[in-house]
């Protein structure tokens, strides 16, 4: 599966938008993106996940271009209680596989 | 109700001990998975289990044996434990076959701290 790669932290104030960019340029034609968000002393929690272009739901938007090498977490709005790890994965659609998780991206959001 | 529980969610040992954590799921998954996510926060897979069957086994010390009596339950005892197997222990499930939408499912983690 291909590598990822996203900044290891962000700041943000309450009520902005946050976008966390993640970089996958050896995605494979049937990979799909993931992210997951950990919050301090809990399990990874899935977000949202695309294949291509956009994909909202009540929580986050995903945005992945036409080439499919990167991709946008986009965070409406954020408060307090969205400072958590957000973690960009590529996984396959079906089978069985693990999940390989990076660093992470440590958002923190200040009042 | 807790989709996927673990037992217990703190645990601190002698070194040389041998300890157990336990995992339920209700979720009616068929595969269960344990990951450690050790003091730098870096989340690594250890077994996975689809249907009671070993699918998965990561380059993991043969202290850690994972036993799963039926698909809902995943446990993992640890032989002899060591000051480096300090960590948290995560377990989770998924549905094979499912549509992967809703992702993988995880616990609120076990803290072993060896001392």
């Known amino acids: 599966l291909a590598k990822t790669t996203q900044p290891i932290s962000m700041d943000s104030y309450e009520g902005q938008e946050v976008n966390i960019t993640c970089s996958h340029n050896?995605?494979?034609?049937?990979?799909?993106i993931t992210w997951y968000q950990q919050f301090p002393s809990q399990g990874p929690r899935f977000i949202i996940q695309?294949?291509?272009t956009k994909v909202t739901n009540e929580v986050a938007s995903l945005f992945i271009p036409a080439d499919r090498k990167s991709s946008t977490l986009s965070l409406p709005r954020v408060s307090l209680s969205d400072t958590a790890v957000y973690y960009c994965?590529?996984?396959?659609?079906?089978?069985?596989?693990?999940?390989?998780f990076g660093t992470g991206t440590r958002l923190l959001v200040s009042p | 109700d807790t989709a996927v529980s673990q037992t217990p969610k703190y645990l601190v040992t002698q070194m040389g001990n041998d300890k157990s954590i336990k995992c339920e799921q209700n979720?009616?998954?068929?595969?269960m998975y344990w990951y450690k996510q050790d003091s730098k926060k870096f989340l690594k897979i250890m077994f996975s289990?689809?249907?009671?069957?070993?699918?998965i086994n990561e380059t993991v010390p043969n202290r850690f044996s994972p036993k799963s009596p039926d698909k809902a339950h995943l446990n993992l005892h640890i032989n002899s434990l060591e000051l480096g197997d300090s960590a948290v222990y995560f377990c989770?499930?998924?549905?094979?076959?499912?549509?992967?939408?809703?992702?993988?499912?995880f616990g609120s983690g076990t803290r072993l701290t060896v001392v």
């Open positions: 989770a499930s998924s549905q094979e076959g499912q549509k992967f939408n809703y992702g993988y499912t």
């Open positions: 050896n995605i494979a034609t049937n990979d799909y």
């Open positions: 695309g294949y291509k």
């Open positions: 994965l590529v996984v396959l659609p079906t089978g069985f596989q693990k999940l390989v």
């Open positions: 979720l009616g998954h068929d595969t």
């Open positions: 289990y689809n249907n009671k069957e070993l699918i």
